[in-house]
């Protein structure tokens, strides 16, 4: 065999293992990742946990809503510090978001993967998404994040 046929057959080789490699890697060029399901855990009656699990799914997440009088005891068990509570809890890839943290944050947080035990919106802040008031009118609120020891810090901070 000549030396060109010999560089044509590991040229040729070489590209099978990398089509073979592209095509069984989950994480291919051009495939879309798919999005971490959010259980979310909620009052039967509160109707505005009901509109931030809409909001979710309007940013693509896949959201499944559990009505539960058990709320409280869910967010002990996930070590949701009883500043930072709201009325809802939501379990995502090893994370608790509390209350109405928006899409964006909650993407954020599940692109970066930082060391924390979850994000929180304290309260229920007029503005925030299932919260939005009559005419628009927003408070600013902050999403605060939070380890597994009750530190906390600011993760992002809307309408200011």
Same mark, same amino acid.
């Given at each position: +065999? ?10 040729r080789?070489? +590209? ?5 490699l ?5 994480t291919?060029?051009?495939?879309e990742q798919?999005r ?5 855990? !909620?009052?039967?009656t509160? @109707?505005?946990? /009901? !509109?931030?699990v809409?909001?979710?799914?309007? &940013?693509g997440?896949t ?6 009088a058990?709320v409280d005891e869910?967010?002990?068990? &996930? @070590?949701?510090p009883?500043?930072?509570?709201s009325?809802?809890?939501?379990l995502? /890839? ?5 209350g109405?943290?928006p899409a /964006? ?11 924390? #035990?979850?994000? #929180? ?5 007029i @503005?925030?998404?299932? +919260?939005?008031?009559?005419?628009? !009118?927003?408070e600013?609120?902050d999403?605060?994040?939070?380890d597994?020891?009750?530190?906390? &810090? ?7």
């Open positions: +065999m000549t030396k060109a046929g010999i560089e044509d057959d590991m040229i080789t070489l +590209m099978l293992v990398l089509a073979a592209l095509l069984a890697h989950p291919r060029v051009g495939a798919p971490s399901v959010i259980e979310v855990y !909620k009052s039967p509160c @109707g505005c946990c /009901s !509109k931030w809409e909001h979710l799914r309007a &940013h997440f959201v499944r809503a559990t009505d539960t058990a869910l967010k002990a068990k &996930h @070590g949701v009883r500043a930072l509570r009325c809802h809890t939501a995502v /890839s090893g994370y608790v978001i509390e109405h943290v /964006s944050d909650v993407e954020r947080l599940l692109r970066e993967r930082p060391a924390l #035990a979850g994000l #929180a919106v304290p309260g229920m802040p @503005g925030s998404p299932g +919260m939005e008031g009559p005419g628009g !009118k927003t600013p609120y999403v605060i994040a939070f597994e020891d009750g530190r906390s &810090h600011t993760f992002a901070m809307h309408g200011r």
